[in-house]
């Protein structure tokens, strides 16, 4: 019974530490709790603040880059342009070379032509087929003959004989030259150009070209007309010789 009696006190001593250390960890629980919730909520807060500046930051970098590339592409966009126009010039001088050295090809010729003084007037044809079927562009050199000063004047014909149907042709006027006759009027030389067209089924053979002045007598030279290999271009540009 004694035993007992001493027992109880430190019993219910034990049981009052208990109670206090539960009490006490129970505030701190809360206080823990309460003061856990707000630094988790500072930290989500923060958080989100550095999502937030990195996202800014990215997006002006993203604007950057943007930017950047508009510019490149201009700038490939005008160099193409400057390329295309560099081109271009490049493209229509060669034409422009080649066509002054085929004038020059042209009055070297002249001038080797006038350099015969064989008396003709009629120096030279040339005939050349065009992308229209049966069609062919003409021209016609004209030399003064002389070493008077006085101006040439007449017109100027072409006739062009061949077989149509197994029968000998001759066809001249406007039938063949819509332009006919044409004009002529120099000192020193002139240069007749005009298109001809040809009816379906007629073969040519020859060409007449004739020069009828205002006064005297009238000048006819004849040249062959270009051959079936003649009519690839380099072959068709040659000037043809008379046959007279």
Do not use: N
């Amino acid at each position: 019974m004694r035993q007992s009696r001493r027992g109880r006190p430190w019993q219910e001593g034990r049981a009052s530490w208990c109670l206090v250390t539960g009490f006490a960890v129970f505030l701190v629980g809360i206080t823990l709790g309460y003061y856990g919730v707000k630094w988790l909520q500072q930290g989500e807060v923060q958080g989100r603040r550095d999502c937030q500046r990195e996202v800014a930051r990215l997006e002006r970098q993203r604007g950057k880059l943007l930017a950047r590339q508009a510019r490149l592409d201009e700038a490939l966009r005008l160099e193409q342009e400057s390329t295309r126009a560099l081109r271009e010039t490049l493209d229509a001088q060669s034409a422009q070379i080649a066509d002054l050295q085929k004038e020059l090809a042209f009055y070297l010729h002249l001038a080797r032509s006038a350099s015969k003084a064989d008396g003709r007037l009629i120096r030279d044809l040339w005939i050349k087929p065009l992308a229209q079927d049966r069609r062919f562009r003409f021209r016609v050199t004209l030399v003064r003959p002389d070493q008077s000063r006085r101006a040439i004047l007449g017109t100027l014909t072409l006739s062009v004989a061949g077989r149509r149907d197994g029968h000998q042709v001759r066809l001249e006027g406007r039938e063949i030259d819509a332009a006919t006759p044409h004009r002529v009027d120099f000192r020193y030389f002139q240069v007749v150009e005009g298109v001809l067209e040809l009816p379906r089924g007629f073969v040519p053979e020859t060409v007449s070209v004739t020069f009828r002045p205002k006064k005297g007598r009238s000048s006819v030279r004849r040249f062959p007309w270009p051959s079936a290999q003649a009519h690839a271009e380099a072959a068709a540009e040659a000037v043809l010789e008379p046959s007279d």
